[in-house]
């Protein structure tokens, strides 16, 4: 499974964007799919999880309310849409895919994009 995050960029404190992740796999909309960032000097962390099938979600604690994960079966695409951005959120940001189960370890995830830099100005 290749995954493409897309959608980073600069924005400023407050601002919003949503970030992609496509996938070629057909049938991506069986794997689950996680966002993880990793921010400089910190290790990466878990940020959200959507299953295959009925889509199940799990947030991080710090990620509840501000963030919103959704995917596109039709598109092959999993969304991460951020709002509120704060200076804390500067990161790269990871998708990756695994195939059964909503958890933020990221040993059990098989298959990881290549990231989007997000950088929030304050």
């Known amino acids: 499974v290749q995954l493409v995050e897309s959608g980073g960029g600069l924005v400023q404190a407050g601002g919003s964007l949503r970030l992609s992740c496509a996938a070629s796999?057909?049938?991506?909309?069986?794997?689950?799919v996680g966002w993880f960032r990793q921010a400089p000097g910190k290790e990466r962390e878990f940020v959200a999880a959507?299953?295959?099938?009925?889509?199940?979600?799990n947030y991080a604690d710090a990620a509840k309310g501000r963030f919103t994960i959704s995917r596109d079966n039709v598109k092959n695409t999993v969304y991460l849409q951020v709002n509120s951005l704060k200076p804390e959120d500067t990161a790269v940001y990871y998708c990756?895919?695994?195939?059964?189960?909503?958890?933020?370890?990221?040993?059990?995830?098989?298959?990881w994009g290549q990231g989007t830099q997000v950088t929030v100005s304050s």
């Open positions: 959507i299953s295959g099938g009925v889509a199940r979600t």
């Open positions: 796999e057909r049938t991506f909309s069986f794997y689950t």
């Open positions: 990756a895919a695994k195939r059964f189960g909503t958890s933020g370890v990221e040993r059990d995830y098989n298959y």
